[in-house]
């Protein structure tokens, strides 16, 4: 789950950094109101789940509350990377004298939370990982310790040459992680970490991302979801209880099992296509499920076939035999469609489809090579 930089703020202004104040605003004229009370310049920032904000023109300096209301204007009109902009974030603006860059992943080859901290900062921090990987220093966490004191001191010295900044730094590094921790976190981010002229140490930007796993014992952060900013799809099927994410191909897939699925977007792309969708139906015997999948599918425009990967095991292929009769005869397909099953109840699955006119074969390679082909709108 994405949330926004507003509430990654709340987060890490919770665990001790220093982060300047800020208010939501979603009209010019809240904007302008919130500036006139910071007085002086602010800074206008767009809410969205998209990185770069700064180069699409969704961070604006404004000078004074006229200026801000104008700055706003522009911002709630834009869409960055596919997504309006519904709210700003209203801050004062900060002096800087310098930016550098302070990030937490999960790195699965280290099996640990990743610290990753540079001091060429700022907005081309992706270029610099690309033309200069070794401005780009990195730490493993054990996460049977945590980070360390002198590891956390490491970090700040690797960013700060003053002993002042370094000890302000090394004490953000301890309060990101703890941040990082507490909400579950997948990444965490501030980009940039500036100096101000005086020599203080702040957090002007954050990103931070959960994992979804996290959310069933984190009810405060599932909270902070923001349902207007994510994929439509996704939050139906959510709320339908798949695992569901969406891509940009043509392939719609509907396959029981992660492994199954991944494994099914591989064959896609081998045989030429895309997947548009990871999908996976669970191992339940609910052909409710089905029904929903195959609405969620057939709502993307993209969608030029649906494939349907079934290994019956828990999963019964009778089952998602009916949820495919049931969703079909509810709406009317518009696009072909592929069906593979084997397994639990494949012989009867097999007649309950071939009764509703479909046909459906139990070879993997064969199913996705001719989904494939579909899309591209050839053989049948
Ligand atoms: P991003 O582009 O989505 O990462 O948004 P940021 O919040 O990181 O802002 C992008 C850039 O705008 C920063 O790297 C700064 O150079 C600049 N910026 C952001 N806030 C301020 C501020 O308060 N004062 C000044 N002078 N520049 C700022
Ligand atoms: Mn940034």
């Given at each position: 789950?994405?949330?926004?930089?507003?509430?990654?703020?709340?987060?890490?202004r919770?665990?001790?950094?220093?982060?300047?104040?800020?208010?939501?605003?979603?009209?010019p004229?809240?904007?302008?109101?919130?500036?006139?009370?910071?007085?002086?310049?602010?800074v206008?920032?767009?809410?969205?789940?998209?990185?770069?904000?700064g180069?699409?023109?969704?961070?604006?300096?404004a000078k004074?509350?006229?200026?801000?209301?104008?700055?706003?204007?522009?911002?709630l009109?834009?869409t960055?990377k596919?997504?309006?902009?519904?709210?700003?974030?209203?801050?004062?603006?900060?002096?800087?004298?310098?930016?550098?860059?302070?990030?937490?992943?999960?790195?699965?080859?280290?099996?640990?939370?990743v610290?990753?901290?540079?001091?060429?900062?700022?907005?081309?921090?992706?270029?610099v990982?690309v033309?200069?990987?070794?401005?780009?220093r990195?730490?493993?966490?054990?996460?049977r310790?945590?980070?360390?004191?002198?590891?956390?001191?490491?970090?700040?010295?690797?960013?700060?040459?003053?002993?002042?900044?370094?000890?302000?730094?090394a004490?953000?590094?301890?309060?990101?992680?703890?941040s990082?921790v507490?909400?579950?976190?997948?990444l965490?981010?501030?980009?940039?970490?500036?100096?101000?002229?005086?020599?203080?140490?702040?957090?002007?930007?954050?990103?931070?991302?959960?994992?979804?796993?996290?959310?069933?014992?984190?009810?405060?952060i599932?909270?902070?979801?923001?349902?207007?900013?994510?994929?439509?799809?996704?939050?139906?099927a959510?709320?339908?209880?798949?695992?569901?994410?969406?891509?940009?191909?043509?392939?719609?897939?509907?396959?029981?099992?992660?492994?199954?699925?991944?494994?099914t977007?591989d064959?896609?792309?081998?045989?030429?296509?895309?997947?548009?969708?990871?999908l996976?139906?669970?191992g339940?015997?609910?052909?409710?499920?089905?029904?929903d999948?195959?609405?969620?599918i057939?709502?993307?425009?993209?969608?030029k076939?649906?494939?349907?990967?079934?290994?019956g095991?828990i999963?019964?292929?009778?089952d998602?035999?009916?949820?495919?009769?049931?969703?079909?005869?509810?709406t009317?397909?518009?696009?072909?469609?592929?069906?593979r099953?084997?397994?639990?109840?494949?012989e009867?699955?097999?007649?309950?489809?071939?009764?509703?006119?479909f046909s459906a074969?139990?070879?993997?390679?064969?199913?996705?090579?001719?989904a494939?082909?579909?899309?591209?709108?050839?053989?049948?």
């Amino acid at each position: 789950m994405n949330i926004h930089e507003y509430q990654a703020k709340e987060i890490l202004r919770n665990h001790g950094v220093p982060v300047p104040p800020g208010e939501i605003a979603t009209t010019p004229d809240e904007a302008a109101e919130i500036a006139r009370r910071y007085g002086g310049a602010v800074v206008i920032k767009a809410q969205v789940h998209a990185g770069g904000r700064g180069k699409a023109g969704g961070v604006k300096l404004a000078k004074d509350a006229d200026d801000a209301r104008e700055k706003a204007t522009a911002i709630l009109g834009l869409t960055i990377k596919g997504l309006p902009v519904e709210k700003v974030l209203v801050t004062p603006a900060e002096e800087i004298a310098s930016e550098a860059y302070v990030g937490i992943i999960v790195d699965r080859g280290s099996k640990a939370a990743v610290f990753m901290v540079s001091a060429e900062g700022g907005v081309d921090i992706e270029e610099v990982a690309v033309t200069n990987p070794d401005a780009i220093r990195k730490l493993a966490v054990d996460p049977r310790y945590g980070l360390l004191p002198h590891q956390a001191y490491w970090l700040a010295t690797e960013l700060y040459d003053d002993v002042k900044q370094q000890r302000a730094a090394a004490a953000i590094m301890r309060q990101l992680y703890d941040s990082f921790v507490d909400a579950g976190a997948s990444l965490a981010e501030i980009n940039p970490l500036i100096t101000t002229p005086s020599g203080e140490v702040k957090a002007i930007d954050a990103k931070m991302n959960i994992d979804d796993n996290e959310l069933f014992r984190l009810p405060e952060i599932e909270a902070l979801r923001d349902e207007t900013s994510e994929e439509p799809s996704e939050v139906l099927a959510r709320e339908a209880g798949l695992t569901f994410i969406k891509l940009d191909g043509e392939v719609g897939c509907c396959v029981n099992g992660a492994g199954l699925a991944m494994a099914t977007m591989d064959l896609v792309n081998y045989y030429g296509g895309s997947p548009a969708n990871f999908l996976d139906i669970g191992g339940s015997s609910n052909p409710q499920k089905v029904v929903d999948a195959l609405r969620i599918i057939t709502s993307d425009p993209n969608v030029k076939v649906i494939l349907f990967n079934i290994f019956g095991g828990i999963t019964r292929c009778d089952d998602v035999a009916n949820g495919i009769v049931t969703a079909t005869q509810q709406t009317q397909l518009s696009i072909p469609i592929v069906i593979r099953l084997t397994g639990t109840n494949e012989e009867l699955a097999m007649q309950i489809l071939e009764g509703a006119g479909f046909s459906a074969m139990t070879d993997m390679d064969a199913a996705v090579e001719r989904a494939v082909n579909l899309a591209k709108g050839e053989g049948k």
